[in-house]
């Protein structure tokens, strides 16, 4: 990292310059930790229903997500109005794939940015100290000759935009500063060596930012695609209707101003505000997501109307776990570092300056830190109530869950319909897995998703931090909603 970027960071983050932690923020964390103990307390105390009052918190809570999100996406049913014509100045955009071992994957990566219908002015690789082929596949393929560490290379003569940064592996967030400082656009795309971009995708991105001045970042819609023979199948299938969910959500957090999440592998910012703010901190798990809040916490106290954004129309496909122990440490790491930048950046728990942001958005993640522990103690509360032949809790808890899965599969549902709308594709999901998928998840894949955040746990309390490897069993290919005839799940 530069000098600048790094006097910059030190200025604007709070992991390096640590406010005091309000007395708002320590009630609302502390509050959620004593609410599990005083509700799990119930099943030593109780022998009627409330004994699982865990789960019943649990069930609750869910619910109550699910309601916002189906109230802030309604409008997605409506056809929007025809925007009045306007020319809005055309920004300038450039693409850092930060890459590291990603040989196997790198040409077809290219090969979609090539085929974009509006493509990007630069495209840099920032190579990560790879130890495969990578500087091999990119002089075969596009021309490009090694240039010394730290420095661009020249333009390939296959396509004219693409350039090679090579740097000692130091992680992902040390290459993308590095680029983002030797790039010259306004815009700044970041896209994993293993995603795949819709051909209007960078057109998308690129209008939104030309349209919208105070627009600092946005992510782009994906879909998972497992290349597991077998297992990953199965874990396509559930995270499919996942990644849908996941995405309507963060629309709805969109509309009240408290969208925080952008996935880094495919996400678009403003390149003066990521470097005002000390550009993505390599001490972070998700230093994608710590740099939303980051440039929300600047934005308020410098008094900008810094947004952020997630467009329907920027569509891209990324290569996902396709094993059980995969997905489990790309869950370990996620949620590690949510809990990372949950503890920063505390002093904005609660804080009315942040509007939504702060009174509703991070006060649900501070009840989200200890979601997976209220959902895994619940379930082995039941199996407890099983073996131990407590049936006549375990009855009226039935219809709980009962009553549960059919809220699920309604939203289930609700969601493929107006993913469809949203980013126009009617094909892109199909409604009987999502109900198969409704039905099976409750007691399977959101088990998994709950361990492997619980295992986040041990990475934030030992302070581990390493850009995992994925390991692919075929490279990554276009899938159907790029108009391949496979199934997406």
């Known amino acids: 990292m530069t000098s600048t970027l790094a006097q910059a960071l030190r200025a604007a983050s709070p992991r390096l310059t640590p406010p005091p932690t309000p007395l708002r923020s320590a009630l609302i964390h502390g509050g959620v930790l004593a609410l ?20 019943m918190a649990y069930v609750l809570y869910d619910t109550a997500l699910i309601g916002f999100v189906a109230v802030q996406t309604v409008r997605l049913l409506r056809v929007p109005a025809p925007a009045a014509a306007t020319t809005p100045t055309r920004r300038t955009l450039g693409v850092i794939v930060a890459a590291y071992n990603e040989a196997a994957v790198l040409e077809v990566t290219l090969a979609a940015l090539a085929a974009q219908k509006d493509p990007p002015d630069r495209i840099v690789i920032a190579d990560d100290g790879s130890t495969d082929n990578t500087a091999a596949v990119l002089e075969r393929r596009y021309g490009l000759s090694a240039p010394e560490l730290g420095q ?29 400082s030797l790039i010259d656009t306004e815009i700044v795309l970041t896209v994993d060596g293993d995603t795949l971009l819709h051909p209007d995708a960078i057109g998308a991105m690129r209008n939104a930012f030309s349209a919208e001045p105070e627009l600092v970042a946005a992510t782009g819609v994906l879909t998972p695609v497992c290349s597991h023979p077998r297992v990953g199948r199965i874990l396509q299938w559930f995270q499919t209707y996942e990644y849908i969910r996941n995405f309507l959500s963060r629309y709805a957090w969109m509309q009240v101003q ?14 003066d505000a990521v470097l005002t703010v000390g550009g993505f901190d390599p001490d972070c798990l998700v230093e994608d997501y710590e740099l939303i809040h980051r440039l929300r916490r600047y934005g308020v106290r410098h008094g900008l109307e810094w947004r952020t954004r997630v467009l329907g129309s920027a569509r891209a496909q990324t290569d996902a776990p396709s094993t059980v122990p995969a997905f489990l440490r790309q869950r370990r790491r996620w949620f590690g570092g949510f809990l990372q930048t949950q503890y920063w950046y505390r002093d904005m728990v609660g804080d009315p300056r942040y509007g939504a942001l702060g009174t509703l958005m991070l006060p649900v993640k501070a009840v989200d830190t200890l979601q997976p522990i209220y959902g895994l103690s619940a379930f082995f509360l039941l199996l407890y109530y099983l073996g131990t032949g407590r049936f006549g809790v375990l009855l009226p808890i039935s219809g709980i869950i009962g009553g549960k899965i059919l809220i699920d599969l309604a939203f289930h ?24 998928a409704a039905l099976a998840e409750p007691f399977s894949f959101q088990l998994l998703r709950h361990l492997g955040a619980s295992w986040g746990w041990v990475v934030f309390l030992t302070g581990r931090r390493h850009w995992g490897v994925q390991r692919r069993f075929v490279p990554l290919r276009p899938g159907p909603s790029f108009g391949d005839s496979g199934d997406a799940g």
């Open 36 to 55: 599990w103990l005083a509700l799990f307390a119930q099943a030593f105390l109780r022998s009627d229903v409330f004994a699982w009052s865990t789960g």
């Open 152 to 180: 661009l290379s020249a333009p390939g003569a296959a396509l004219p935009a693409l350039c090679l940064l090579r740097l000692p592996h130091g992680g992902k967030a040390r290459a993308l500063n590095e680029a983002v």
């Open 258 to 271: 408290g969208l925080l999440l952008i996935s880094g592998a495919f996400a678009g910012f403003r390149r």
């Open 413 to 436: 549902l609700w969601s493929v319909e107006l993913y469809r709308r949203w980013i126009g594709d009617r094909t892109s999901a199909r409604l009987g897995p999502a109900i198969l």
